[in-house]
């Protein structure tokens, strides 16, 4: 169960986890407790014999109505086809706030943030990750799983150019980059460390104070 989840925000959006695959996609809700999920785009790996993670995907898709019950969410599917039930998974990192050490510059390098720039990071409730890049604000939606898996994004951020210090503009760019390519996190004591699927550093915080 740990590796399908879904998230949707309260803008009509939502990220979502099968098996090993990630995407994201639009809903739509109406009063009544009708619900229409429709899945965008996602990535193409080949999961594990056994894995659940397209028909996981068309569910969402046929999903016709949505009520809650005892905490959970289930959503019926049409043509009386069943339910999928989602049990709340809140986050080890709801409501922490961090400071970027180092991150991947999508060069094959892990590389500190430039003098007197800062990169932050900031966990809510909601599902919601917002912070500094640098020169520009961002927000992006996350995900989390119970085995320490997490997916950020789609990143959206602020139109500000900024010419100092120099670099600071492609150190932005990297930065949501790295970020958006984080596939697992771990939190050690007042340090949180991010990898990629292959496993190389995304992006290294200590907490911030």
């Known amino acids: 169960p740990a590796n399908y989840n879904i998230l949707l925000d309260d803008e009509g959006r939502f990220t979502f986890q099968a098996d090993c695959n990630r995407g994201s996609g639009s809903y ?11 899945p965008g785009p996602m990535t193409l790996m080949a999961c594990p014999e056994g894995s659940l ?24 599917i049409k043509f009386d086809s069943g339910a999928m039930r989602f049990a709340a998974q809140p ?32 966990f809510d409730a909601e599902g919601r990750v917002s912070g500094l890049a640098g020169c520009n604000s961002y927000t992006a939606s996350f995900t989390t799983t119970p085995d320490g898996g997490i997916s950020i994004g789609p ?48 992006v290294m915080f200590v907490k911030a104070e």
């Open 91 to 122: 986050s080890a990192l709801a409501g922490t706030s961090w400071v970027v050490t180092v991150y991947n510059n999508g060069r094959e390098a892990a590389v500190g943030p430039l003098p007197e720039t800062e990169l932050t990071a900031a």
């Open 155 to 202: 990143v959206a951020s602020t139109r500000k150019f900024c010419s100092a210090p120099e670099g600071i503009m492609d150190q932005e760019t990297a930065f949501l980059a790295a970020l958006a390519s984080a596939a697992t996190y771990q939190v050690r004591g007042d340090m949180l460390e991010m990898r990629t699927a292959d496993d190389a550093i995304a």
């Open 28 to 38: 739509t809700v109406e009063a009544d407790g009708q619900i229409s999920l429709m």
């Open 53 to 76: 993670g397209d028909v996981f995907v068309q569910q969402l898709s046929d999903a016709a109505i949505y009520f809650f019950q005892n905490g959970d969410l289930l959503m019926d």
